[in-house]
């Protein structure tokens, strides 16, 4: 009998797989597509304190095996998720992770408390909560919303520190490929008390309009995600996965069972899977059911069997 | 399956896909579709095209389409007998009216895909179609209202649509076309609900613009936030609220900025 059985903080997961955030919204676009009650988990679309109306001018262009996109974190805020989007997940049979993402200091403080004080009093009432936090120290796409926060350790320190003071969630931070040391960083988290790292965010990318001589985005560069980051994420994942003993959560252009299986024998407890979402709508289930094929095949009983196996 | 029946070049760089299949979809409503090259699909292009329902019937689907870049370029090569990926329909559609009152359906360039569909359900509209080059799927919309002289063309680079319509007679228009077409009809028609033109004898006391938008968009059922468009309501998605919005919602010039 094979398991899928995984755990990140505490928390049991089914299986490796969740749906990556940003590419997933609050989990209802989906239903009509994927039984929910077959994933791993789904990180909601990245919060902030304050609704976001995101970015202006062109938000999406396709590149060789990617996409760049500049959404700019259009978010309805915390409160609106508490309220309108969370008693939607909560009735999925998955584990809810909030991504929380945020300008300032403060802003991530008061989310995180939010998040945390609404889980607390949702569970007294015998209600359901979110499972886990992950903090977005990593989005390229706005100016103040993250990946500030996330290129040098002592700035994000400082971030996941004051986080970790107001929240007894499971903590996974989510870094950005662009960290100046992101060895460096992934162990500061472990050091700081997160439970987890998730990595890697995308990377900030740029694609230049020549006829109209400039950017093809408003904000000049984007997120690049998709199949042409793969190597570079897996990469980086190994090179974590050495140095922390907490959980990594890998992604980086997973798209397809082969790949999930690559970044596990990287280190990786579970994976995220981003994009591939908008190439095949049922990609959730799809990887699923193909791991659990592939590892009857190989006959690998427990993903520990291959977890981190590459040296 | 989704097998290609035909994929047939109309006019320079325009060409009607085929389908075979019983498929679902409203006039204004759109698929999203890719070359299914049996490759699990992680090379260029990575995701869909958006493309309105152009034609459908109990056996078939059909597209019409303009190549304008890679991935429209690796449609425009496939021929009969391969497949595709689609996934729809999405999106509103143009609004389904009891009563439309007298009605026009505008189109400009590739803004004409749609409106065969509108002009099936409304037969008994007016319909005005701008082309700066080579005309397409003109016949087949003045077969769908059964006249020739209802049908209106103006194939030019320098004059616009506007010249041949005149936007306050009519109760209801239906339009697609590009972002600067679509602007210059919402300005005319809002100028003629403004006007004391409505007054006049055998004029409606105000016109409704609908307007079918185009955005890039990666998902098509609103998770990825890409396509979302400006309005008087905030952002809205242009994938699951839209394409079509009342002209007077939208934010212009979010619409017309590239």
Redesign the interface.
């Known amino acids: 009998m094979t398991s899928l059985q995984c755990n990140i903080g505490g928390v049991p997961l089914r299986n490796p797989v969740i749906m990556a955030s940003?590419?997933?919204?609050f989990g209802r676009?989906?239903a009509?597509?994927v039984d929910a009650g077959t994933l791993g988990g789904i990180s909601c679309?990245g919060l902030t304190l304050h609704p976001r109306?995101?970015n202006?001018?062109?938000?999406?262009?396709?590149?060789?095996?990617?996409?760049m996109?500049s959404?700019g974190l259009?978010n309805p805020g915390v409160a609106a998720f508490l309220e309108k989007e969370l008693p939607y997940m909560a009735t999925l049979d998955t584990a809810i992770i909030a991504n929380l993402g945020g300008s300032n200091a403060e802003e991530y403080v008061e989310g995180a408390r939010m998040l945390s004080v609404h889980t607390r009093q949702q569970r007294q009432q015998g209600s359901r909560g979110i499972d886990m936090l992950e903090l977005n120290i990593s989005c390229p796409n706005v100016r103040e919303g993250g990946i500030q926060f996330g290129i040098q350790t002592d700035t994000a320190r400082s971030i996941v520190r004051q986080v970790r003071s107001v929240t007894d969630l499971p903590l996974m931070v989510k870094l950005s490929p662009g960290a100046q040391d992101l060895v460096e960083m992934a162990v500061m988290c472990e050091q700081e008390g997160a439970e987890a790292v998730s990595l890697v965010n995308t990377f900030s990318a740029m694609k230049i309009?020549i006829y109209?001589r400039r950017s093809a985005f408003h904000n000049t560069y984007a997120g690049l995600s998709?199949?042409a980051i793969k190597p570079i994420a897996l990469r980086m994942v190994h090179q974590v996965a050495r140095a922390v003993s907490i959980p990594v959560i890998g992604m980086g252009?997973i798209?397809?069972v082969e790949d999930m299986i690559e970044f596990i024998m990287a280190g990786a407890e579970a994976v995220q899977v981003g994009?591939y979402?908008?190439?095949?709508?049922r990609v959730g289930t799809e990887l699923v059911e193909g791991l659990q094929m592939w590892m009857q095949q190989q006959r690998v009983e427990s993903l520990e069997e291959i977890r981190s196996i590459i040296g | 399956m989704t097998r290609i029946i035909s994929n047939e070049q109309i006019a320079p760089d325009v060409f009607v896909m085929k389908i075979a299949g019983s498929y679902k979809g409203r006039m204004g409503q759109f698929y999203m579709l890719r070359a299914d090259d049996g490759y699990r699909g992680d090379s260029y292009p990575l995701l869909s095209r958006p493309l309105s329902i152009h034609d459908r019937g109990d056996d078939y689907i059909a597209f019409l389409y303009r190549v304008h870049g890679r991935g429209t370029a690796i449609l425009s090569r496939m021929t009969a007998g391969q497949q595709v990926l689609l996934e729809g329909p999405f999106g509103n559609g143009f609004p389904v009216l009891d009563d439309p009152g007298r009605i026009a359906l505008v189109g400009g360039g590739m803004g004409t895909a749609p409106l065969l569909l509108a002009a099936r359900h409304y037969a008994q509209a007016d319909i005005y179609l701008g082309f700066s080059g080579d005309t397409f799927g003109v016949e087949s919309l003045r077969q769908a209202v059964e006249s020739d002289t209802r049908v209106k063309v103006m194939n030019s680079r320098y004059k616009s649509i506007l010249e041949l319509l005149e936007p306050g007679w009519y109760d209801t228009i239906l339009a697609c076309g590009p972002a600067g077409m679509l602007k210059a009809l919402a300005e005319c028609t809002a100028a003629a609900n403004e006007a004391a033109l409505h007054d006049g004898e055998g004029y409606p006391a105000s016109t409704h613009l609908y307007i079918s938008t185009e955005k890039h968009m990666a998902c098509g059922i609103g998770a990825c936030l890409t396509c979302t468009v400006q309005t008087t309501s905030g952002n809205r998605r242009t994938c699951v609220e839209g394409p079509v919005f009342a002209a007077e919602e939208v934010d212009w010039n979010d619409l017309t900025t590239v």
């Open positions: 940003g590419t997933y919204g676009e989906y009509a597509y679309k109306s995101g202006p001018g062109c938000r999406v262009q396709e590149t060789a095996s990617g996409m996109n959404v259009e309009d109209r998709g199949p252009g798209s397809s994009t979402n908008f190439v095949n709508l």
